[in-house]
């Protein structure tokens, strides 16, 4: 099961548009993505004054050479003498093509979202993490483990009815490897759906709905991103879910978050 494997790979450990993620870089040079650069946060979740950050990327070997070492990106707080660090590195190193950008959490505060890519064989992961400071001034990643792969997507969205803040949904294919049902890699796939909403009394972002879809989605042979047509498709639905669960008086966040 695909999900599995992303839970896998990101165990140790979103502002941007479904159709910005669109383009997935391919087969990239050793040089791409190298330089580091900073951003300044201001109301970072956690923290009580301005926060530069400086997000450092990683190195992996051509693909021809993936069997080598590499070295994960990360993204660290540039203006203290004690720095933290967040490292993208989760049983695989995520070397390739940090990009880090502002979400707004609620409450006039901001988190940052970082992602960074690994490139395999047969298929490429991205992974996602949703940053702010803890209780003693570190980096840490405020959303449960989250990778997407080629055939899988995540987008951030809003609806001021359903939470405050940006609300994250990430669509995994499930990978079925046994009779009846077997499956090769990219054919079509049952998804889950995933909606994370960020709670203020946890900090952190939680899991606050999850279904899968009864339908098959094509995969690669089929479809140049399905994970982003299959959240074209099931958008509204995610919406409807979330909406029931509040006219039955259910908070997006747990009791007590």
């Known amino acids: 099961m695909a999900f599995s494997l992303m839970i896998l790979l990101c165990q140790a450990g979103l502002a941007i548009t479904g159709e910005a993620q669109e383009s997935w870089p391919r087969a990239l040079s050793p040089g791409h993505g190298r330089k580091s650069f900073n951003m300044e946060v201001n109301n970072l979740v956690g923290a009580k004054d301005k926060v530069i950050l400086q997000v450092l990327p990683g190195e992996q ?4 050479e993936l069997g080598g070492e590499t070295r994960p990106t990360k993204i660290c707080i540039a203006n203290k003498q004690a720095t933290s660090c967040y490292i993208a590195h989760a049983r695989t190193n995520f070397a390739r093509d940090p990009q880090a950008s502002l979400i707004e959490i609620g409450g006039g505060q901001s988190a940052v979202l970082f ?3 690994y490139v395999g064989i047969n298929d ?13 001034g570190k980096l840490i990643n405020l959303l449960p483990a989250v990778a997407v792969s080629m055939q899988d997507q995540f987008r951030l969205w809003h609806d001021a009815e359903i939470a405050d803040g940006e ?14 049902e077997e499956e090769t890699h990219f054919s079509f796939h049952h998804y889950q759906i995933s909606t994370y909403a960020f709670c203020p ?8 709905d999850r279904f899968t879809t009864r339908k098959k989605f094509a995969g690669l042979d ?16 995610v919406k409807t ?17």
Do not use: Q
Not at 168 to 179: D, E, F, G, S
Not at 201 to 208: D, F, K, P, Q, T
């Open 61 to 64: 070997k051509d693909l021809d």
């Open 115 to 117: 992602e960074a890519r």
């Open 124 to 136: 490429e992961w991205k992974s996602v993490a949703v940053l702010g400071l803890s209780s003693r």
């Open 167 to 180: 609300l994250i949904t990430v669509a995994n294919y499930v990978w079925k490897l046994r009779p009846p």
């Open 201 to 208: 009394g946890s900090g952190r972002y939680l899991l606050v």
């Open 222 to 237: 089929d479809e140049d991103h399905p994970g982003n047509r299959v959240l074209n498709t099931m958008m509204l639905h």
């Open 241 to 257: 879910r979330m909406f029931r669960h509040r006219e039955a008086g259910k908070s997006p966040c747990p009791s007590g978050n």
